[in-house]
Nanobody, 122 residues
């Protein structure tokens, strides 16, 4: 199995940028589709972005602003977030899907990180 840790996160102003990292251990990330989800306060956890082989997928709300990428040598997945808005405020979770699907749902995710808080101030 794979273990996922998300260092980073933090506070940023509207219009700013932030890069999240997801460091995997235990197995190589190429064995999985890797994704990011987010959960705003009091709401459900929703899909943000995923990457599998050469395929990427994004939620409509982040298309053109967020970019998912991976560094196989570092066994790390990134989420570059630009033009941030207050509605992007949430706990962001990294996830892995053995089914290699992009996108994949919360029900299809097999492993989760502990989450990291992103707050966008207005």
């Amino acid at each position: 199995q794979v273990q996922l840790v998300e260092p980073g996160g933090g506070l940023v102003q509207t219009g700013g940028s932030l890069r999240l990292s997801c460091v995997a251990s235990g197995r190589t990330i190429i064995s999985y589709a890797m994704g990011w989800f987010r959960q705003p306060p009091g709401k459900d956890r929703d899909f943000v972005a995923a990457i599998s082989w050469r395929t990427t997928a994004y939620a409509d709300s982040v298309k053109g602003r967020f970019t998912i990428s991976r560094d196989i040598a570092k066994n790390t997945v990134y989420l570059q977030m630009n033009s941030l808005k207050p509605e992007d405020t949430a706990v962001y979770y990294c996830a892995a899907d053995r089914g290699l699907r992009a996108p994949f749902s919360t029900a299809e995710a097999d492993y989760w990180g502990q989450g990291t808080q992103v707050t966008v101030s207005s």
